[in-house]
């Protein structure tokens, strides 16, 4: 069950293998956390999350094969976890992949591929979870967004897109559910230094997968629903979506 | 769902599901209202009875007003009884002044009929809208408590009804004491036969003492506690330095008899709302900064009064009552209440602890501090011999988990517990250390409910059932 600070005692991650939740998992894993589920496609980074977090709690880690990219399958598999693990009180969804922008605008495929991971997939998954929250009666669920996805940049405009579209989704599920008892956090991290984003040059503001978790817990704490990390990124955001459109192709992002 | 054709048609009705929450409003879950039909006690006992023993029924958790500041009667995906369902015994016997009573009346609906009557209840909270059953769940306590124990104490006999049946349980019964602060989750009280106090009037004669710090506060309850039936003191914790702990203390005896002016009517009980609360209150409303002026001004205003003064029951203990929907002065956010107790002789500790939470600048209205009388024997009742105090805290702050962490541990180190009724985020590990007897209390259960259809959100994060 969640307390009232809203620190979980089981945790669902989609993305299992995903960094920042696996910080995440281990500052939760210092309060509440009792039993942790990783679905994600690939075992090995999966191993690695739940090694880190027996090291610092004695929560139970299973790891579930999982491929949110097969968007029609993802429901199906989201009620069996539920039926072998639920009640489950947080949901975590950081399943997600960059693409190569250069390589990926000229191929159609790869567009497709990149949108299902980030995007297609996600949506239908977020409605499964949704429904077994209502089932269950309680629940939260933090949906890790980017603010690749708040003006989407001709740089990288193929994962922005469908990060904008994730966004979007997100907010206003949530927005949905907060009457019913369920609370949503959406989390904007900018540029992160992680596996995803290895050999890219770290964009100004860049942070490490520890410190957007710290934020999103302390969002989490404070009952948030939507955050930007590092916070200031908010502000930079806001100045560049509201910049003339004139303006801003000539600024090379 | 086939439950919910097989209860349709039978005397029980499931409502839709809502959103339900302790008076702190965090956390939240659904849950569904359960309906009892029936002509009288005995007949809803008896069909309550039927329906619980499918095993297959959803969790039941009593609920009664909502007035326990978590999650103990809140049950996701749950059912929830409706106190309404439960108000059809009413026998005052003047006699033997005792009360037979449904679970779902109110002690403001119990007063109302007693008090004109020359009784009152044998012990009251800060508020009088909590339930008879949520009264015993709870195990309540009052400014009485180290007179004259907890609510319990003063039950000769109780109906429970579980998964195995109607039973009628007295003190002495293993039953008893699971269910006698058992918060609900032994199975369902539907009435009880309550010990009431005579009473001459409606009136307490108070005698107030302003305190400069929290020496002073201690060593006051101390000498002078015995003398009075009622004691309790408000504490200023946003109070810094010097002040720390300054205190406004209130003792009261029941006014034996009322001069000329108001003696045509000495048992006159009416209570009024004098305000009700919007639920518009933004959360940052209760800050360090109105807090600390709300209790710089009631500090000032008890160094004004007289030291002796005469004040209507609603005034001495329920003065919140007087505004309702309080809880929503906090915001959508909401709040906790932080309660512990530890033994007399861990005053330091005491002290670290409201400079703990002085330092922090909780925005916490006037705390309430008083000496506890001797634990009652039920396994999960919260009181026992020595200092509680209870705090009310805006949720949601960040940090806030991690302090009360601290705070729960140096609790946990002098022996001491925190209240469950009050509670909504302390960990599972400490429950078994703070409640020595929980092992006996989970077997009484399991033996009551053996399919753990008794549930709350509650016990399903601290693992009370086991």
Known sequence: MIDANSMPQSVLVFGGGSEIASEVLQILAERRLETVVLCGPGFESMERVRSKIQTVSSAKVDLVHFDVAQANEVAKAADHIFSEYGPIDCVILAAGVLGDQLRDEESPEEVIKVTNVNYVGPAALLTAVRNQLLRQGYGQIVVLSSVAGERVRRSNYIYGASKAALDGFALALGESLADKGIYTLVVRPGFVKTKMTEGLKAAPLSQTPKQVASQIVKAMEQQRTLIWSPPAIRYVMSLYRHLPRAIASKIPM | ?466
């Open chain 2, 1 to 466: 769902m086939s439950q919910l054709e097989k209860l349709e048609g039978s005397a029980l009705r499931i409502e839709e599901p809502r959103v339900v929450s302790g008076w702190g409003r965090t956390p939240r879950s659904l849950g569904r209202t359960l309906r009892v039909d029936g002509q009288s006690t005995e007949e809803k006992e008896a069909r309550l009875s039927e329906a619980l023993s499918d095993k297959a029924l959803l969790g039941v958790v009593p609920r009664g007003l909502g007035r326990s500041y978590g999650d103990s009667a809140t049950l996701a995906a749950g059912l929830l009884s409706d106190p309404e369902d439960w108000k059809d015994t009413f026998e005052l016997d003047p006699h033997s002044s005792t009360l037979e009573v449904s679970s779902g009346f109110s002690l403001d609906e119990i007063m109302r009929k007693i008090v004109p009557r020359g009784f009152f209840v044998p012990v009251t909270p800060g508020t009088r809208y909590v339930t008879v059953g949520g009264a015993i769940a709870s195990d309540i306590h009052g400014k009485n408590h180290h007179v004259e124990g907890s609510f319990a104490k003063h039950i000769r006999s109780m109906t429970l009804v579980s998964p195995t049946g109607i039973k009628n349980l007295c003190q002495d019964d293993n039953e008893f004491k699971a269910t006698a602060g058992g918060m609900g989750l032994t199975g369902f009280v539907s009435k009880a036969v309550i010990d009431l106090i005579p009473i001459k009037t409606s009136k307490v004669f108070v005698t107030t003492k302003v305190t400069k710090d929290l020496a002073e506060t201690v060593e006051e309850l101390k000498t002078n506690d015995s003398r009075y039936r009622y004691s309790v003191a408000w504490i200023d914790c946003m109070a810094k330095g010097g002040t720390l702990g300054r205190s406004v203390i209130t003792w009261g005896e029941h006014l034996e008899d009322l001069d000329h002016r108001s003696a045509e009517d000495p048992l006159h009980f009416d209570p009024k709302f004098v305000a009700s609360i919007p639920d518009i209150a933004p959360s940052w409303l209760l800050n360090k900064f109105s807090v600390r002026v709300f209790n710089e001004l009631w500090y000032r205003k008890g160094k004004l009064a007289k030291e002796t003064s005469i004040e209507s029951i609603e005034t001495f203990f329920h003065p919140l009552d007087m505004v309702g929907d309080w809880n929503r002065l906090y915001g959508q956010k909401g709040f906790l209440q932080y309660q512990f107790v530890i033994p007399f002789e861990a005053e330091a500790t005491l002290e670290r602890i409201v400079k703990v939470l002085s330092d922090a600048a909780v925005p916490s209205f006037l705390a309430v501090l008083k000496r506890f009388g001797p634990e009652s024997g039920n396994y999960m009742s919260f009181p026992k011999p020595g200092w509680t105090l209870a705090l009310d805290i805006p949720a949601h702050r960040f940090g806030l988990g991690e302090m009360l962490d601290a705070l729960d541990a140096m609790v946990v180190a002098e022996g001491g517990r925190v209240y469950l009724a009050k509670d909504s985020r302390v960990s599972k590990e400490l429950i078994a250390i703070m409640y020595p007897e929980l092992k006996r209390f989970q077997e009484t259960a399991e033996a009551l409910d053996p399919n753990f259809i008794f549930q709350s959100d509650m016990s399903r994060r601290l693992g009370l059932r086991g």
